[in-house]
């Protein structure tokens, strides 16, 4: 009965594909692999090349625009000018009729002739006509300037948008990467916790064997014993989702075996003050960044409201290459010219947008004012929890060695009868408790590295201080 009970504990189901052999990858290599799968920054990648795009719109404006324009009409009925005669028929027959009433002859030709009317055709009822026209604007009042400003002030905010985008993934990696990495050796310390009580059960069963205890101690052990491999199955589960998680953010295929991980967790040996992160964090916290280049735009949008109240003035000019039925001397092939535009009065639309331009720039400011409080609150945070993962490290070190030393005594002293199966029992849970706050506090410690790092804007760095080179 003992020996199905103990082949039924002991059988732990693992099934690894012997066609596929999994992939090792150090935090660097999967940084690059999760950079070129991730389909945020690929978004962001997009809309940094719209915006430069809107740039070159921009730039356009400053160039003269070049439209080549036609038209086919066909009139009702030609264009012609209509006179009659008698206007200039009637002042002379009644001259002739002054200096002789009787004359006949003058009056009734100058009658005939009045009747008629003068037609002169201009344009066909058919035209069509092919031209140029070229148009630049000379003086916009700043509203030029101000819109090419705020063009390159968007391609600046999409660029900040990239890289804060790709610091919060590098922060998903270092915690689905290092994750992986404390899901692993908490399953190997589950392992050596069952391993370590599997052979105090085999102790405990030959010892009741003898006579040297009774049954409730090896009963005790046993209990020890499956507690523990629970907790190691538990362990391998949460393994797998781990594995998955990154697999996940790598791109690898969820059919593919669990990554293998070259890069341990870590606690940096020596870390710089903590003035050096928050001077950093003042100029290349994205979030802060961000917020300057809304201000910069806020600051120019009020200005291209301003410039509202000046004219704008255009040079223009028209070349008509083709022209049919538009005689030359009613419509000039080349016609060059100067004009302007000026807004004297929208219904107070200008001064409602000032008022709201400003509102705008104003809300910023304050609103950077409360961001580098949270930024160097959020760093100062960050580097207490780095110094207290540290220290406590250092403490379980010494705490792990203590327990070892106490588990190995209690392993010796239930050999000889003078332990309880109890003491043992308490001695490799409390040596195992260690080790997984040891490897909580590595993950913590990193965790919170690359927190602080992405906010300082430093989180290309990373790795640097991964390997103590920095």
């Not at 039924?8 to 070129?36: D, F, G, K, N, R």
């Not at 006949?104 to 035209?127: A, C, N, R, W």
């Not at 804060?164 to 994750?179: C, D």
């Not at 590595?442 to 919170?448: S, T």
């Amino acid at each position: 009965m003992n020996a199905k009970l103990y082949t039924s504990l002991i059988c732990v189901v693992a099934t690894v594909p012997l066609c596929a052999q999994p992939s090792a990858y150090s935090y660097a290599e999967a940084e690059a692999l999760m950079l070129q799968a991730s389909d945020a920054l690929k978004v962001t990648d997009a809309q940094l090349q719209i915006a430069r795009h809107e740039r070159g719109k921009a730039k356009s404006w400053w160039w003269p625009h070049l439209q080549a324009d036609g038209a086919y009409a066909h009139l009702s009925e030609p264009i012609e000018v209509r006179q009659p005669l008698s206007q200039y028929t009637d002042p002379i027959k009644a001259h002739v009729l002054q200096l002789d009433p009787t004359e006949e002859l003058i009056t009734g030709l100058l009658d005939k002739v009045g009747s008629y009317t003068f037609t002169l055709p201009l344009i066909p009822q058919d035209v069509a006509s092919v031209g140029l026209t070229a148009e630049w604007v000379a003086f916009s009042g700043g509203k030029r300037l101000y819109a090419d400003k705020l063009a390159q002030q968007m391609v600046d905010m999409a660029e900040t948008n990239v890289a804060q985008t790709k610091s919060l993934k590098q922060v998903e990696l270092v915690e689905r990467y290092y994750g992986l990495a404390l899901a692993q050796q908490t399953t190997e310390v589950c392992r050596e916790r069952y391993e370590s009580l599997r052979r105090h059960y085999e102790q405990a069963l030959r010892m009741e064997q003898v006579g040297i205890i009774d049954r409730a101690a090896r009963l005790l052990a046993q209990v020890g014993m499956e507690e523990a491999l629970s907790e190691w199955q538990q362990a391998q589960s949460r393994e797998r989702n781990a594995a998955l998680a990154l697999s996940q953010l790598l791109g690898i295929s969820s059919d593919a075996p669990a990554p293998l991980l070259t890069s341990a967790l870590f606690i940096v040996s020596s870390l710089p003050p903590e003035s050096v992160f928050a001077e950093h964090s003042t100029v290349a916290n994205h979030a802060l960044i961000l917020l300057g280049v809304e201000e910069r735009m806020a600051h120019n949008e009020l200005r291209m409201a301003q410039s509202g109240y000046l004219p704008e003035i255009a040079l223009f000019g028209k070349q008509t290459l083709y022209a049919h039925g538009l005689p030359s001397n009613l419509l000039p092939r080349t016609l060059v010219g100067v004009g302007f535009t000026w807004n004297l009065f929208d219904g107070l639309s200008r001064e409602r947008q000032i008022s709201q331009a400003r509102l705008a720039q104003q809300s910023l400011v304050w609103s950077r004012a409360q961001a580098e409080q949270d930024v160097a609150l959020t760093v100062s945070r960050l580097y207490a929890t780095l110094r207290q993962m540290a220290a406590e490290a250092h403490v379980l070190d010494t705490t792990i060695a203590l327990h070892a030393e106490v588990l190995r005594v209690r392993q010796s002293a239930f050999a000889e009868g003078m332990a309880t199966s109890t003491e043992v029992l308490d001695a490799t849970h409390a040596l195992a408790t260690a080790k997984l706050a040891r490897l909580a506090a590595y993950y913590a410690y990193d965790v919170a590295l690359a927190g602080m790092l992405a906010a300082c804007g430093m989180m290309d760095d990373f790795h640097n201080y991964a390997s103590n080179r920095f």
